[in-house]
Every structure is written in C-alpha cells, then in structure tokens.
T-cell receptor
C-alpha cells in the first residue's frame, strides 16, 4: 500500500535553532517528492521538489534531502524564525496518473 | 498569493442546506483539483479536472457534486451534508493533470462547518 509517514507529529523549537523533519514512504514506482509548507488558515505552498536522481535541494533556509534507496527524505530548517511556524507536508507521487500520496504533516512551532 | 482564490473562506451550513464553493485560478493552468483536509489526517483528493473533463473521482459521496465550466473555474456543490463533512476544502491547480505530475498551487481553502 502506498503510504507516507512523517515524524515527529509536532515539534516546538526556540527561534534561531535548527531542526529536521522526517518523511518515510512506500510509494512505488517513485516519481518525485515534494515538501509543502502550510500556514494556519492557508493552503499548502511548495518548498522543494526532488526527482529520483536528486539527493539534496535547497530553498533559502530550507534544505531537503532524498535517499531513494531507503525511501526517506528530510527537511532541514536552519536558523528558524517565528514565521516558520506551520505544518510541513511531505507528498510523494508515482509515475503515470497515480494520485499524489500525502503525509499527515509535522506541526512546527517556533517560539521566542 | 498563489494565484488560486477560493470563496467563501468560511461557511457554516445546516444538514438540509445547499451551498456551493467556488475556486478560480489565474495561472493559465489546465488541471484543477478539490481536496478535503480534516484534522490530523492527510489531504484527501476528491476530484480532478483536466481540460474541463473530470478525470478522477475518489469514491466521493454524491452529496458532493463538482462542476468545471472552464479551465479557470471550479465549483463544489454541497447538499444534505453530514457533520463529519466539516473540514477545510482546498482547491488546487497545475499545468496539467495527466502524464507526469507537476507542482500544484493551492488556494487558501474554505473552512466548512456542518451543524
């Protein structure tokens, strides 16, 4: 069964600290993996997208990694800011017309 | 702003009411989607429209009825809903909904409460 598991479910960190969010998936055959940020009361916004051949991609203070062999991805946030408080959703897609498989998300709270 | 707008942003309705959710995209995309987001659950894909044609219906109850008059507009007609239908309903669009999946751009959602 195609699944995406994210951990931790929620996380609280101090402003300025780094953190890493995890995503494990069983989707096959793999096409690409995306990380989305969803602020409260808003729709998800794409942060990164990685295909099979890419193992790291950065977007400002966000760096995503992908290990297609172990089917794991991580999202590392550097020097966190209060505005990073949001849900981070991992989404994996398969080749062809298979629907995207969404994780439940990690709720990150950055506090002063 | 992602280029995808949704109205209304909030909706409270009784189980016997009929209402409609509206989505509009200004990105020139050809595919549009409806998702349901419930608390502590992954996003659930409901419907996919590609070039105004419905290409996916993920076993959604008939009390939800989508309509796509053109590539820029998408509606979700609601009637005789149940309290468990209360959720955030998200609309998204992408360049194309067939072949290789591409990045979807989401609207802000409609927070629906069914009493």
């Amino acid at each position: 069964k195609n699944q995406v598991e994210q951990s931790p479910q929620s996380l609280i960190i101090l402003e300025g600290k780094n953190c890493t969010l995890q995503c494990n998936y069983t989707v096959s055959p793999f096409s690409n993996l995306r990380w989305y940020k969803q602020d409260t009361g808003r729709g998800p916004v794409s942060l990164t997208i990685m295909t099979f051949s890419e193992n790291t991609k950065s977007n400002g203070r966000y760096t995503a990694t992908l290990d297609a062999d172990t089917k794991q991805s991580s999202l590392h946030i550097t020097a966190s800011q209060l505005s990073d408080s949001a849900s981070y959703i991992c989404v994996v897609s398969s080749t062809g017309n298979t629907p995207l498989v969404f994780g439940k998300g990690t709720r990150l709270s950055v506090i002063a | 702003e992602t280029g995808v707008t949704q109205t209304p942003r909030h909706l409270v309705m009784g189980m016997t009411n009929k209402k409609s959710l509206k989505c509009e995209q200004h990105l020139g995309h050809n595919a549009m989607y409806w998702y349901k987001q419930s608390a502590k659950k992954p996003l659930e894909l409901m419907f996919v429209y590609n070039f105004k044609e419905q290409t996916e219906n993920n076993s959604v109850p008939s009390r939800f009825s989508p309509e796509c008059p053109n590539s820029s507009h998408l509606f979700l007609h609601l009637h005789t809903l149940q309290p468990e239908d209360s959720a955030l309903y998200l609309c998204a669009s992408s360049k194309t909904g067939s072949g290789r999946p591409d990045t979807q751009y989401f609207g802000p959602g409609t927070r629906l409460t069914v009493l």
